[in-house]
């Protein structure tokens, strides 16, 4: 194991030496964080399905020459990737879909069919291939338009664009498959997820990596309305500590349920720009722009759920997640 990985701490059980794991979306921001974690704790066999859409190959490049890593060029939308994928493996952390809510406003159609059809392709492939767990990402976004805060799993509201009603549709699709094919599943509500290998560049970039380019690097960086709305910014090891408890747990109270994925704090948008400026020694300012359809307001967590049923304690707050993803950027990008 790697002395300056996050990764230090484990949170599975010894049955990760016998364990085949199927991460789909690892070439991707926290899927490559996950198969990192997995390699550096002795996971028998980590493959990926990727299509490289918005992954990359530089995010897989350290485990290249790793004998326990395998990399599938794959397409979730066609079901005999999914099939090709799911040969031999024991466990499944599915994170490959299209994110982000704009892009999702403006092509539904391709988010349906990578986070939609794309789900119950890999879904049906797992059950066939008799795969004993299967979890998933969905998204804080299913809390739509609830206004109660913080978010608690059985409390719903309107769903606010097409990638919620994809999130939403996940969650139903995996009541049903445990209830009918008697799966093991279990799915993760990510609440704003930051941290290495996040990309900020494109026009889908989430704000905390835009942040940084701009913080540290010079370029231009908006502000969506007033930038007082609230979000539960999560470091992303948290979000993988909640993906290996999710895949190793024992406890069978906690199967087919969803668990929010957070940290049980909310930060303004302003204050995280702050704190980021105040980590990078910058005081360039953001320019102020309309809000965006589709957002919410404000998004605070309940984690308890997670914490008695999954064993789940957020390691990282905002601010040490914060200094981590700085120092990468920092390394990262400083000759890009
Ligand atoms: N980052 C967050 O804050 C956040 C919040 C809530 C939910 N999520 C969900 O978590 C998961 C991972 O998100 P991320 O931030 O790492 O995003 P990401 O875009 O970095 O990773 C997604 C990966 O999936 C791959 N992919 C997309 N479509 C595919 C397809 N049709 N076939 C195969 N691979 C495909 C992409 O190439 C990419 O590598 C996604 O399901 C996302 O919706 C993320």
Redesign the pocket.
Do not use: E, K, M
């Given at each position: 194991m790697s002395t300056t990985s996050v990764y230090d701490k484990a949170y599975h059980n010894s049955s990760i030496a016998n364990a085949s794991i199927l991460v789909?979306?690892g070439?991707?921001?926290?899927?490559s964080n996950l198969v990192t974690y997995l390699l550096e704790h002795g996971a028998k066999k980590v493959r990926v399905?990727?299509?490289?859409?918005?992954?990359f190959l530089r995010n897989i490049e350290p485990f290249r020459n790793n004998p326990a890593f395998e990399f599938i060029e794959?397409?979730?939308?066609k079901p005999e990737d999914c099939k090709r994928a799911c040969e031999g493996i024991d466990l499944i952390s599915h994170?490959?879909?299209?994110?982000s809510v704009p892009r999702s406003i403006k092509n539904p159609l391709a988010t349906s069919e990578?986070n939609t059809t794309?789900f119950l392709n890999i879904l049906l492939a797992a059950r066939d291939a008799g795969v004993k767990r299967f979890v998933y990402?969905s998204?804080?976004s299913v809390y739509g338009d609830a206004t109660e805060s913080p978010k608690i799993e059985g409390r719903l509201g309107n769903p606010l664009s097409p990638y919620a009603v994809s999130k939403l549709t996940n969650e139903l699709y995996a009541k049903v498959f445990a209830m009918h094919y008697g799966m093991e599943i279990i799915g993760l509500r990510?609440f704003?997820?930051f941290g290495p290998n996040?990309?900020p560049n494109g026009p889908y970039a989430?704000a905390i990596p835009l942040f940084m380019n701009s913080l540290l690097f010079g370029k231009d960086a908006v502000i969506y309305g007033d930038g007082g709305q609230t979000r539960d910014f999560t470091f992303v090891e948290n979000a993988v500590q909640a993906n290996v408890r999710a895949l190793f747990t024992e406890n069978k109270e906690a199967l087919n349920k969803v668990y929010n994925v957070a940290v049980g704090e909310a930060v303004s948008v302003n204050d995280l720009y702050e704190t980021i400026a105040g980590i990078a020694g910058s005081n360039k300012r953001p320019e102020y722009v309309p809000e965006r359809k589709g957002d919410i307001k404000n998004s605070l967590a309940d984690i308890s759920q997670a914490k008695n049923l999954l064993g789940y304690d957020p390691r990282y707050k905002i601010r040490e997640g914060l200094q981590v993803t700085v120092t990468w950027f920092r390394k990262a990008y400083e000759n890009a």
């Open positions: 789909t979306g070439a991707g921001f926290i899927g399905l990727d299509n490289l859409s918005n992954g794959g397409d979730i939308t994170q490959a879909a299209l994110g990578a794309g990402a998204s804080s990510y704003n997820v996040q990309d989430a």
